[in-house]
Structure formats: C-alpha cells, structure tokens
C-alpha cells in the first residue's frame, strides 16, 4: 500500500493507491471524503453515485486505477458510508486490507 499522508483538502479523509490482484491493472484506490465533496457531487449527477448514503456523513468509494492512481474507471467497485469522521477512518483501512495483495507463502512438504 503507498499510503498519503492526510490531505490538505478538508473534504478528504484518506486517500491511498492500493496493489491488488482483484482487477486488471493491478491498482485501486481507495479513496474516503465527507459527502459534501465536489467527486461525489460529480458522480451523483453521472448517475454513479451511492444510494445508501443518506443520513451519513463520510463514504469510502474504491475505484480502479493505475501504479500513479490516475483513475481508469470512476464505476464504484466497492463503497461504504460512515456517520462520523472516525468511523470513516476505520472504515477505510478495512477497506485498504479487503482490497491488499495478500502474498502467502505455502512450503511444499
């Protein structure tokens, strides 16, 4: 996981580019804002936006990106919604880990 440091823009809560093996190109990012964020504004209007947000505060969308996390597709491959800030950030390292590369090494006997 590359994580960010907490960004400077109040709406966001965390962002991080995730390496997986769930989706062509290898990346996610998961990407966790109040919903009274400009993005979720924009998806709502192109009809991707979440419907079981009403009554929370914060969600955590996970799009499918590149090694840079420029985005390939803005189609929520996953989402949750959250009512305060804390929960919001708790939710988005499950998010993190659902979505992580698990490398397991098995010895062959």
Known sequence: MESTAKPKN???????????????????EVFTCSLDNPLV??????????????GK??????????????????EDLDANNYKTEKEAELGHQKMVKKWELKVV?????
């Open 10 to 28: 109040p709406n966001i809560v965390k962002d991080d580019i995730v390496k997986t093996n769930k989706v062509e190109s290898g990346y996610v």
């Open 57 to 74: 505060s914060f969600e955590t969308m996970v799009f499918e990106c590149d090694e840079k996390g420029n985005v390939i597709s803005w």
């Open 105 to 109: 090494n098995k010895i062959n006997q």
């Open 41 to 54: 504004n924009f998806l709502d209007m192109v009809g991707l936006g979440n419907d079981d947000a009403v």
